[in-house]
């Protein structure tokens, strides 16, 4: 599956932005059978995991750090996850990638990058104060 990450762009805190991650299908399986996680990266930091949708929708994870502000969903007849932001805050600036995984199935494997083969390129988010 290939996976194209957009809707970043610069906000002031307190704002929102909605990113998307459309998708194609793969050789061996549609978008829809594949978890869709999002991770993040701020300048001189580690990657850090940030959300998952399992691949029917009906599962939802979230990091401490964003649960209550973020939200995923996604739209399978589109082939498309979306993040939604509100209340965001400056430490939320990052590089934010999404990526599709097959095989798990709860939290300790979702939270894991290395769990995800396929990812797509990074859309920048800046939040300003």
């Known amino acids: 599956v290939q996976l194209q990450a957009s809707g970043g762009g610069s906000v002031q805190a307190g704002g929102s932005l909605r990113l998307t991650c459309t998708g194609s299908?793969?050789?061996?399986?549609?978008?829809?059978?594949?978890?869709i996680g999002w991770f993040r990266q701020a300048p001189g930091a580690e990657r850090e995991w940030v959300t998952t949708?399992?691949?029917?929708?009906?599962?939802?994870f979230y990091a401490d750090s964003v649960k209550g502000r973020f939200t995923i969903s996604r739209e399978n007849a589109r082939n498309t996850a979306y993040l939604r932001m509100n209340s965001l805050k400056p430490e939320d600036t990052a590089v934010y990638y999404c990526?599709?995984?097959?095989?798990?199935?709860?939290?300790?494997?979702?939270?894991?990058?290395?769990?995800?083969?396929?990812w797509g390129q990074g859309t920048l988010v800046t939040v300003s104060s």
């Open positions: 990526a599709a995984n097959f095989g798990c199935s709860g939290l300790n494997c979702f939270v894991d990058g290395s769990e995800y083969r396929w």
């Open positions: 299908d793969g050789s061996e399986r549609a978008f829809s059978n594949y978890a």
């Open positions: 949708i399992n691949w029917s929708g009906s599962r939802t």
